[in-house]
C-alpha cells in the first residue's frame, strides 16, 4: 500500500508541474565570468572537475530549489546521484563560463527535458533569444502549483483509497 501511494504521490507531483506556465523571462545579454581562470577545473589524476575557489560554491540552490524551478526528475536525480549532479554542474560552468546557479538552471532543464534544452541552446547559438534559468518562481506561481497538486492528491487518495475499499470497481 505505501509502494502504491509514493509511486502515485510521485506522479502526481510529475503531473502538476504540467500546470506551470513557462519563463517568460528572457535575457539578451549573458551574465557570464570575466575571469575564465575561476572556473571549475578537471583533474586528471582523480578524472572529476573540481571547484577552482569557494566562489564556485556560491549562488547555489538547495534540492528543494530544483523540485520547486524544474519538477520531480531533476529533483530525483540530484537526490540520487548528488556527485554526478555536481560534475555535470560543474562541467558547464568551466565549458560555459558561467555562475553556479546558471549552470545549475541549466542542468536541471537538461536532466528534465533534454531534447528542449538542446532545441533552446541551438536556438541561442543562432541568435534566438536566451532563456533564463535563473530566475525564481513567483509567487502567484508558486501559489497555482500548489493548490493544482493539493487537488490532484486529494483525488488520487480518493481513488486509491476507494479502490482498496471496494467502493470502486
Known amino acids: 500500500m505505501r509502494c502504491t501511494l509514493l509511486l502515485c504521490l510521485s506522479a502526481i507531483l510529475g503531473l502538476s508541474s504540467a500546470f506551470v506556465a513557462p519563463s517568460s523571462r528572457i535575457i539578451y545579454?549573458?551574465?557570464?565570468?570575466?575571469?575564465?581562470?575561476?572556473?571549475?577545473?578537471?583533474?586528471?589524476?582523480?578524472?572529476?572537475?573540481?571547484?577552482?575557489?569557494?566562489?564556485?560554491?556560491?549562488?547555489?540552490?538547495?534540492?528543494?530549489?530544483?523540485?520547486?524551478?524544474?519538477?520531480?526528475k531533476p529533483f530525483l536525480i540530484r537526490l540520487v546521484n548528488p556527485g554526478e549532479y555536481d560534475q555535470a554542474v560543474y562541467k558547464y560552468m568551466a565549458n560555459e563560463n558561467v555562475g553556479r546557479k546558471e549552470a545549475m538552471g541549466n542542468m536541471d532543464a537538461y536532466f528534465e527535458n533534454a531534447q528542449d534544452w538542446a532545441y533552446q541552446k541551438n536556438a541561442e547559438r543562432n541568435g534566438g533569444y536566451k532563456k533564463d534559468y535563473t530566475s525564481d518562481p513567483s509567487p502567484k506561481q508558486l501559489t497555482l502549483v500548489a493548490i493544482w497538486s493539493g487537488i490532484v492528491v486529494w483525488f488520487a487518495n480518493d481513488l486509491i483509497s476507494g479502490v482498496s475499499a471496494g467502493n470502486y470497481y
Request: proline share 9%.
Open 29 to 72: 545579454q549573458s551574465a557570464s565570468r570575466a575571469d575564465t581562470s575561476l572556473a571549475p577545473q578537471f583533474d586528471p589524476s582523480t578524472e572529476k572537475w573540481e571547484p577552482s575557489s569557494d566562489a564556485d560554491l556560491e549562488g547555489s540552490y538547495s534540492a528543494v530549489g530544483t523540485l520547486v524551478r524544474a519538477g520531480p
